[in-house]
């Protein structure tokens, strides 16, 4: 009888784990770990959320300073439409989607819509040189050094799948957020024009 219950304890045990291994492989952060190929970020998987007015918590408030040395505020962008990007500079993902993001800002020109990016990892001279190689225009924030940036933000986006856009509204909450690569320029101009409508 105990030679059968241990027999049926073993059995049990190798089933549970037969079905975490294969969970896990359905796990995509888990799977680029497994992957051991030390590239610098882990991606989402593409997902974008809209979210709606009365489910948006209260405005996200931050400080900093930019790339360019200047200081940097939530303040400085009341009443826009606030893009925000994380990013820095060995991303390949960050690298794909910069052109896309600056043709998004380039169609609300004149617009109440700002851009700002958020370099989590770099010094401003680099992320300086990639605004220069890539052709973006806006401004990024330095964090590297700068903890309270990313508290700011903890809330709102998970700063550990990078590249990773929100959309704030004109009252500075999270309208809409994508997770990992913005695989075209069209998808967050939507979501900035739905921000950029909204009344209320």
Request: charged share 20%.
């Amino acid at each position: 009888m105990r030679r059968v219950r241990r027999g049926l304890a073993a059995a049990s045990l190798v089933l549970a784990g037969a079905l975490v291994l294969a969970g896990c492989s359905n796990d995509p952060l888990a799977d680029q770990y497994r992957a051991g190929d030390n590239k610098g970020f882990v991606a989402g998987d593409f997902a974008t959320k809209e979210i709606a007015p009365a489910d948006r918590g209260d405005p996200v408030v931050f400080q900093g300073t930019l790339d360019n040395g200047k200081p940097v505020s939530n303040t400085d962008y009341t009443g826009d439409v606030l893009v925000v990007n994380f990013w820095y500079a060995a991303c390949g993902p960050c690298r794909v989607e910069a052109p896309r993001l600056e043709s998004a800002l380039q169609s609300f020109a004149g617009q109440d819509v700002a851009f700002l990016g958020i370099n989590t990892y770099d010094q401003p001279q680099t992320s300086l040189s990639f605004a220069s190689d890539y052709g973006v225009t806006y401004p990024s924030v330095i964090a590297v050094n700068d903890g309270a940036v990313k508290l700011a933000f903890a809330n709102a986006a998970p700063l550990s799948s990078t590249p990773v856009t929100l959309v704030l509204d004109k009252k500075g909450r999270v309208a809409a957020r994508v997770i990992g690569e913005l695989p075209d320029a069209s998808i967050l101009t939507a979501l900035v024009r739905d921000a950029l409508a909204e009344t209320s």
